[in-house]
């Protein structure tokens, strides 16, 4: 049986501690806006230079999932299948604000509603999204959270970066002390399971990318229609 070990080695972008600084680097950045300790703006602004920064990784992607893009896409259809309609569609979109209503959860219902407000009225935030928002997403918890602890297990790599998933998404609600935001944010963490399973079974970034591009797109098709 293969150890979490030789699967790392597998993987088709190369990971060294020099690259692991650009995302990391914006994780932590990203944290320090939520406590205000730097401008809100800021991560934004550097998630536009972290994939030209992280271009060799992505290079290296995009080189080699050529010979195998048959099961890079079945893998990344599976995901999106399961991703978008038992996490997106059903939790988030039924049960989360079901939940909101039952419970007079305002905050819940009223975040899904900001969200939706957002990407129906800004044509911007809905292209970051869709498209810079997976890229940067996959390189920062994908690539390098996930690759960094598989070394040590394959279920903690898992595990931690789904959980750092989730919170980068409800984090700063938490912060502000509404943790109703676990609620949704429980269904981040099932999004982030379902694209690390599809970068350890294909061993390439490109499967879990295109499968969280094409689940954002379809996510705000569905909103705007």
């Not at 060294?16 to 650009?22: A, D, G, K, W």
């Not at 988030?92 to 509603?113: D, F, K, M, Y």
């Not at 379902?194 to 569905?222: D, E, M, Q």
């Amino acid at each position: 049986m293969e150890t979490s070990g030789e699967q790392a080695k597998r993987f088709d972008e190369e990971l060294s501690p020099v690259r692991l600084v650009p995302p990391l680097g914006w994780l932590g950045i990203s944290v320090l806006s939520w406590t205000g300790v730097i401008d809100e703006s800021l991560p934004f602004l550097l998630s536009l230079v972290l994939p030209p920064l992280m271009w060799q990784p992505l290079w290296e992607m995009v080189r080699r999932v050529a010979g195998r893009w048959r099961r890079t896409l079945l893998v990344a259809g599976v995901t999106l299948v399961v991703n978008f309609l038992i996490v997106g569609q059903v939790y988030q979109s039924v049960v989360v604000p079901l939940i909101g209503r039952v419970w007079s959860l305002e905050s819940v219902s009223s975040a899904q509603n900001q969200l939706s407000s957002q990407v129906s009225e800004s044509p911007v935030f809905a292209v970051a999204v869709c498209l810079l928002g997976p890229i940067v997403e996959e390189l920062v918890f994908r690539y390098a959270v996930l690759r960094s602890l598989l070394n040590i297990s394959g279920l903690l790599g898992q595990v931690v970066s789904a959980a750092l998933f989730a919170l980068f998404h409800v984090g700063p609600e938490l912060l502000a002390g509404d943790y109703c935001q676990l609620i949704p944010g429980a269904g981040y963490f099932a999004s982030g399971l379902c694209y690390g399973l599809c970068y350890t079974k294909t061993c390439n970034l490109g499967a879990p990318l295109l499968a969280h591009i094409l689940n954002n797109t379809l996510s705000v098709v569905w909103i705007v229609s």
